[in-house]
């Protein structure tokens, strides 16, 4: 048996870096979209309703898209499923800016989610593979680089849409994502197909290969637990600036700092979350980040001020910062079901709270007010809180 080699990987790999490039564009290409809709929705003629169902393609895509990648994964690895995928997401800006029709732009925004949505399940498998290679947690760095290639996007897209039009910043945000896939492209990491995770001890060979109505309970307990965690960030997403402005009497410019404070705490604390993580453990970070996440929720739900508010989004925003990263890790290592497959159910359920809560969300607050919506959502995260002990699968890389 061969020694373990006590040199100490290098904090910023290549590996590292690709992975982390790889959050970057996809975070970029979701926020580039964001200043293109009111342009969409003019050009095709579409009011809220009809913007409403457009958007939804979206998401409907990227659900689809992610079971279907977490099988290729299993079969193929993510190393090639990641670079696929991204390198087809380069132009796809494009094809929304030019679809001439309602029933094109509805393919376009299928496609479009499908697209980032699959990237978004090869890259976490990829980074769950990175973070075994290098014995250290990288996943809440990585959301990080979502979050501020989200911010990149967004700026950058209205301000190229506002001197030269739409077009331009098509053009413009796809050569960027191809030059960043490029750079990407011979560093991300090699890794064989996602075979079936073991329990520590037990023989690869004596582990079935289930599928995912027969994956057991601990996959859809984490699934589910990521459904409860990206519920909230819908929540202040969509909800935050009306809720400040029609229940507490916030300006224009005050209520959009509902969700700028809550996603920039996220963002700095996600850079910081694998050294926290590192240094206390899966488990405790994710127990302390629940309670802090709650303790926002209840702060901005129980506020008299647009002030109080906006600093309990924020706190909050540093609770659910890794709480998903760790969940995502967790998958990757699950025993008893391939990588890729376990971060596909996981990701489909997450996302599936991000994308449709909100919407629930809105028709109940039609009859509560969106102060109940914010104080009840704490209570839905005592639940991850009690299965926190599935967390523990996240420090595994390092074994």
């Known amino acids: 048996m061969s020694t373990p080699s006590l040199v100490a990987p290098p904090l910023l790999s290549p590996q590292r870096f690709a992975v982390s490039l790889m959050f970057l564009v996809n975070g970029f290409v979701v926020g580039s979209w964001a200043p293109k809709i009111p342009e969409f929705a003019a050009r095709l003629q579409l009011d809220e309703s009809d913007l409403g169902l457009m958007i939804m393609c979206f998401g409907i895509g990227s659900l689809c898209s992610m079971p279907a990648v977490g099988a290729l994964i299993s079969r193929n690895g993510s190393r090639t499923v990641t670079r696929v995928v991204a390198a087809l997401t380069i132009p796809c800006l494009i094809f929304v800016t030019v679809a001439p029709s309602i029933w094109t732009g509805a393919l376009a925004l299928f496609v479009i989610g499908a697209l980032v949505g699959g990237m978004d399940v090869a890259m976490n498998a990829n980074a769950v593979e990175v973070e075994k290679r290098q014995g250290r947690a990288i996943m809440s760095s990585c959301h990080g680089f979502w979050s501020l290639g989200g911010v990149a996007g967004a700026g950058l897209g209205g301000v190229l849409i506002a001197l030269y039009g739409v077009h331009v910043h098509a053009i413009a945000a796809s050569v960027l994502t191809g030059v960043a896939v490029a750079l990407a492209w011979p560093r991300v990491l090699a890794d064989p197909p996602h075979k079936v995770m073991p329990e520590p001890g037990e023989a690869l060979a004596s582990v079935s290969r289930p599928g ?74 994710f127990r302390v980040s629940c309670v802090l996440a709650m303790a926002g929720l209840a702060m901005a739900g129980t506020a008299q001020s647009a002030e109080l508010a906006i600093a309990g989004f924020a706190i909050a925003g540093l609770g659910f910062a890794n709480t998903v990263p760790i969940a995502f890790s967790a998958a990757g290592n699950l025993p008893g079901l391939p990588q890729g497959l376990a971060i596909s159910v996981v990701t489909f359920m997450g996302y599936s709270g991000i994308l449709f809560a909100p919407s629930v969300i809105g028709f109940i607050a039609e009859h509560t007010g969106f102060s109940a919506i914010y104080l009840a959502l704490p209570i839905f995260v005592v639940m991850p809180l009690a299965f926190s002990s599935l967390m523990r699968h996240a420090d595994r890389q390092a074994s």
């Open 212 to 285: 995912l109505l027969t994956a057991g309970a601990a996959v859809w307990l984490t699934g589910i637990i990521c459904l409860i965690m990206m519920t909230p960030e819908g929540a202040i997403l969509d909800w935050g600036a009306l809720y400040l402005r029609q229940e507490l009497g916030a300006d224009a410019a005050l209520s959009g700092l509902a969700f700028g404070a809550f996603s920039a705490a996220m963002a700095l604390m996600r850079f910081l979350g694998d050294l926290v993580r590192d240094r206390f453990g899966a488990v405790r970070t």
